[in-house]
């Protein structure tokens, strides 16, 4: 097979669209179940599920759900109500992260907290859950219900570790990417072994493992775009990590490269409740020099060529390229 490797960085990055073109149909009824899922009898319910949908995803996890669904030529009609569950827990868990994180902005638009409340937020994201969580009760398979559930409490963990840290700038690089397998690459990985579980059950853990490592460059790159990307481009302001106090691998990376005043400026913006743009100008301008950028950009493309190695396991057949093209689009992506 000629499509494993090292990402195509050189190449023209794939565009998210064309990867969907050929599920478009199915996606089209991911979006149908997801509204009929949400659907409640209570108005100030619905308000807030309209709101959420509308401010339509990348919708990448139910992508991945269809395409893996397809390996093999197996793919079968209750992946497109898995596709939806899947993407109902992604955003439930946006909601959660949002409050939590008291972010004003999602894609550009405000959130759900900023809106409405933070307890509109806490009762949303917990009605989205108990809806996935209905949804795939009804589909029958225990089985499946344990992936998910595990992938949940994963994240919930993952979350927790991340506010119980005591010592932010204490993170080691191992203790980052740990964060980053529970917050992004559990649920990820549960698409793809979910998408096979329902198509070629053969391939469901080689598909679990590319989704991890998928999941793993998606968060990497996910990260560095909050240091080289403008509000304009991302949906969220350049620098928000920094002006949550949330230390992630760039700057992991620059820290044992700063002199003792480039440490002072780390220091205290991570001492500042809240610290000024020229504050976070700086920082990011330091782990610029120090090659933090740079470095995070390696294991990015390292965890990528990891997922593409993964596909290797696999037929050489179109939704298997597809799925290799992803890999390209996550680690290319600028937003």
């Not at 060529?305 to 992506?333: H, M, N, T, Y």
Request: proline share 5%.
């Amino acid at each position: 097979m000629g499509f494993p490797g090292r990402p195509m960085l050189d190449a023209a990055i794939p565009t998210l669209e064309g990867l969907q073109e050929p599920i478009a149909a199915r996606l089209a009824e991911v979006q149908a179940e997801l509204g009929a899922m949400v659907e409640a009898d209570f108005g100030a319910v619905n308000e807030v599920s309209d709101y959420l949908l509308s401010a339509r995803g990348k919708l990448l996890r139910p992508t991945l759900v269809l395409l893996c669904n397809t390996v093999g030529g197996r793919s079968k009609p209750e992946a497109v109500r898995l596709a939806a569950v899947v993407e109902l827990m992604h955003v439930a868990t946006l909601v959660h992260d949002d409050a939590v994180d008291h972010s004003p902005e999602r894609r550009g638009l405000p959130t759900v907290n900023s809106r409405w409340s933070h307890q509109v937020a806490v009762i949303m994201g917990d009605y989205l859950y108990s809806r996935a969580l209905v949804e795939i009760t009804g589909m029958g398979s225990i089985e499946a219900v344990h992936l998910l559930a595990d992938a949940s409490n994963r994240m919930s963990i993952g979350e927790m570790r991340q506010l119980a840290a005591h010592d932010a700038l204490g993170a080691s690089e191992d203790d980052y990417y740990l964060l980053c397998d529970r917050k992004t690459a559990s649920l990820i990985s549960a698409a793809c072994e979910l998408g096979a579980m329902y198509g070629e059950p053969a391939y469901r853990k080689p598909l679990a493992r590319y989704g991890r490592d998928l999941g793993m460059t998606f968060q990497i790159t996910d990260d560095l775009l909050d240091y080289n990307r403008t509000a304009d481009v991302t949906g969220k302001p350049s620098g928000l990590d920094l002006r949550e106090h949330k230390v992630t691998l760039p700057l992991i990376a620059a820290l044992p490269r700063l002199d003792s005043a480039g440490r002072a400026a780390v220091d205290d913006v991570f001492a500042d409740p809240l610290p000024s743009e020229e504050k976070i100008d700086r920082v990011v301008g330091l782990v610029r020099e120090a090659g933090g950028l740079e470095y995070a950009r390696q294991r990015a493309c390292d965890y990528a060529g990891a997922a593409k190695g993964r596909l290797a396991e696999l037929p050489d057949e179109p939704a298997v390229r597809i799925l290799s093209q992803a890999v390209d689009f996550v680690v290319g992506r600028s937003k």
